[in-house]
């Protein structure tokens, strides 16, 4: 048989113990603020049901849906000639609803929705959860974008206060502070975009309009607009939205220019402004530091938003939206649980950890998973090297002993390259004197230590 050459998916990555080490600091420091907040820890299955997924992000995103092929004769009941239709389609993934029923999910707040309401007789309302796991989407590979990720959520559910949107926007504060990156959050509201689709002569288009100008970063104004003609959009219609969408100024005076712009012509673009309007008095009273911009180009596309959303993106590293999200009103709705709301928001662990990495901010301590290495004398000095590790690792400190008596040399080679800090020698003289012989790798420095001191030693 040949031989296989070893290989992963495209999109996805293995991570060595040292990315591990790293990400686990990422994932602890998140965690520990979702944690201050109140929140709850929760899991969801990295499959759902397909009819749980599809609808729920727009046509674009169920095209991303990875679906999972039924068990056995998946195409059993399926007639040749519609598998011959399926391959001439435009549209093959008719055929895919029928051989699948599951697939992994896109992302952790609909399954959180559909989690709320299949519990929502054992659960106390509003529920405050937060969720770090991995979600999955057949998007193209790219420097930045995955197909197998990590998101770290925490979500509301079961009210309707903006006071939810504020602390989202305190935790993003708190995440990024304790992590060491410098970020601006974007703000903006689903309902001021449907007001300004209304303006412009155009609310029935509004997920159209949404979609293209949600790519406004990305394409720039005048790709955007193309889209827009592309979408049905009159020509007097862009050129009323290209204003909007190029607002200048600060946060107070482009509310002031929004609201001239649509509160006359649409209340729920003045709802929006409203609850803007109330977010920012809030942070501002609170005293928030966290840079907080209003932007009239912020969409999300995802269709389940309804009010507030938010983007943050790093100032010092080239990096796409790092963290994201937003109000929705109905999203339980759809699974049979009418008018209850939620907001929630994301953090990208694994854009998060590019950013670290590029900017160097990842402590060093993080990779050194072991404190101490004792060396190995053999014989009877081996077995007084073990005792005096149990005692070090009862006292919660990680060592380990070489697992063979080799030349020194190889096992001092061996603990800088696992970046252990100490040395611990324990011969026939220390084993006599009852005080081993502390190496500090990094310095180079020798210090005898008393049996019963060692443990105190090693954890300076």
């Known amino acids: ?162 006071l939810n949107e504020v602390e989202l926007i305190q935790i993003v504060q708190d995440v990024f502070a304790a992590l060491k990156i410098r970020v601006t959050l974007k703000i903006n509201n689903r309902k001021i975009l449907y007001g300004i689709s209304e303006t412009i002569g155009h609310a029935d288009k509004m997920m159209e309009i949404t979609m293209a100008i949600d790519k406004l970063d990305k394409i720039g104004i005048d790709a955007v607009n193309e889209e827009l003609a592309e979408r049905g959009l009159g020509a007097e219609a862009i050129a009323k939205l290209r204003p909007i969408l190029e607002l200048t100024g600060d946060n107070r005076a482009k509310l002031a220019k929004i609201t001239e712009a649509i509160a006359m012509h649409s209340p729920t673009g003045a709802k929006g402004i409203e609850e803007v309007t109330t977010i920012l008095d809030y942070t501002e009273a609170l005293g928030v530091t966290l840079p907080v911009e209003l932007d009239l180009s912020l969409a999300r596309g995802l269709n389940y938003y309804t009010g507030a959303i938010f983007e943050v993106k790093a100032m010092d590293f080239p990096m796409g939206s790092i963290c994201g999200g937003g109000r929705y009103d109905d999203l339980t709705g759809i699974f049979g649980m009418p008018d209850t709301s939620g907001v929630g928001i994301s953090f990208g662990a694994d854009r998060i950890y590019d950013v670290l990495l590029g900017l160097d901010l990842f402590p060093a301590e993080t990779t050194q998973s072991v404190r101490a290495l004792f060396v190995n004398f053999g014989g009877g000095e081996e077995l007084a090297a073990l005792k005096l590790m149990a005692e070090v690792r009862k006292a919660g400190i990680a060592a380990e002993i070489y697992p063979e008596t080799v030349k020194m040399k190889k096992q001092f080679d061996y603990a800088q390259k696992r970046g252990i800090l100490y040395m611990v020698f324990v011969g026939e003289s220390e084993v006599a004197s009852q005080t081993a012989t502390v190496k500090n790798i990094m310095t180079g420095e020798q210090t005898p230590v008393p049996f019963g001191e060692i443990p105190a030693f090693l954890e300076q």
């Open 1 to 162: 048989m040949a031989i296989q050459k070893p290989s992963i998916p495209k999109g996805t990555r293995d991570f060595s113990p040292v990315e591990m080490a790293r990400r686990n600091y990422l994932f602890d420091t998140i965690k520990s603020v979702f944690r201050r907040y109140g929140f709850q820890p929760l899991e969801t299955p990295s499959m759902e049901n397909l009819s749980t997924l599809l609808g729920k992000y727009g046509e674009e995103g169920d095209k991303l849906l990875f679906k999972v092929l039924n068990s056995g004769n998946f195409l059993k009941g399926i007639e040749p000639e519609e598998v011959q239709a399926a391959v001439e389609s435009d549209n093959p993934s008719v055929l895919g609803t029928k051989i699948c029923e599951k697939g992994l999910r896109y992302d952790l707040t609909v399954p959180f929705a559909r989690y709320v309401v299949q519990h929502q007789n054992e659960l106390v309302f509003p529920f405050k959860r937060y969720q770090i796991q991995p979600v999955w989407r057949a998007d193209r590979p790219q420097k930045g974008r995955y197909r197998e990720f990590y998101q770290c959520d925490v979500d509301v559910v079961g009210t309707k206060s903006l």
